[in-house]
């Protein structure tokens, strides 16, 4: 079965400081793996995804299949970065999504 | 104003009555899909319908019930059965093939209340 763990509830970093946002998966088939946000009072919504391998708000996320995970990453983390960030990995032919349980994200000033 | 919507924002039921989550869409996406949004577990998945007149249990279905009667409208019915439906539901869109389709796109949310 396809799982998707994010092992850290809450993260909080300075501002200009790196952050890694942690995320590993387990899936039988080819993984299709998402980021998606969730600012305060916005909607969720798509980040990145693993495929088009672009930077999006300086954020970067590589897919690693041999320790199967995800981890997204900011060389210089900013205030307006602070948000709910959730990995998800897409399966079925419906393109359903797993998510994972999220990590709460606070840049301090 | 294209986008997906949701009706209505807050609500709050007493044990032992049905209550309907409305979500609409206008992006004329062929998939549609509830999720329920807990704290500390993230999003899980109830229902999805790829096409109209048709649609699939996700992974906690059971006290949940849909509809997919048109494109554009995709209806939650929380039943009595459910055991602890106080929660805040996300529904979502997306296309089946072409451009974009890999992207899923969010409404608002429902905060229900079950006391």
């Known amino acids: 079965a396809q799982r998707v763990t994010q092992p850290e509830k809450l993260l909080s970093v300075f501002k200009g400081a790196p952050v890694e946002l942690k995320c590993n998966y387990s899936y039988s088939g080819s993984p299709e793996l998402f980021w998606y946000v969730q600012y305060s009072r916005q909607r969720l919504q798509l980040l990145l995804r693993h495929i088009s391998r672009e930077s999006i708000k300086g954020f970067t996320a590589d897919l690693n299949k041999g320790e199967t995970s995800f981890h997204l990453k900011k060389p210089f983390a900013q205030e307006e970065d602070s948000a709910m960030y959730y990995c998800?990995?897409?399966?079925?032919?419906?393109?359903?999504?797993?998510f994972g349980s999220g990590t709460q994200l606070t840049v301090l000033p | 104003d294209g986008g997906i919507t949701q009706s209505p924002k807050y609500l709050f039921r007493k044990e032992g009555q049905n209550v309907t989550l409305s979500c609409e869409q206008n992006l004329n996406h062929d998939a549609m899909y509830w999720y329920r949004q807990d704290p500390g577990q993230g999003l899980r998945l109830i229902y999805y319908?790829?096409?109209?007149?048709?649609?699939q249990k996700g992974d906690i279905a059971e006290g949940y019930s849909v509809s997919r009667e048109k494109k554009e409208s995709f209806p939650l019915t929380v039943t009595s059965a459910q055991k602890n439906p106080t929660a805040f539901y996300l529904c979502?869109?997306?296309?089946?093939?072409?451009?974009?389709?890999?992207?899923?796109?969010f409404g608002p949310g429902t905060r229900l209340t079950v006391t």
């Open positions: 998800a990995l897409r399966r079925g032919s419906a393109r359903q999504l797993t």
């Open positions: 319908s790829q096409i109209v007149n048709d649609f």
């Open positions: 979502a869109s997306s296309r089946l093939s072409g451009r974009s389709s890999y992207e899923q796109y």
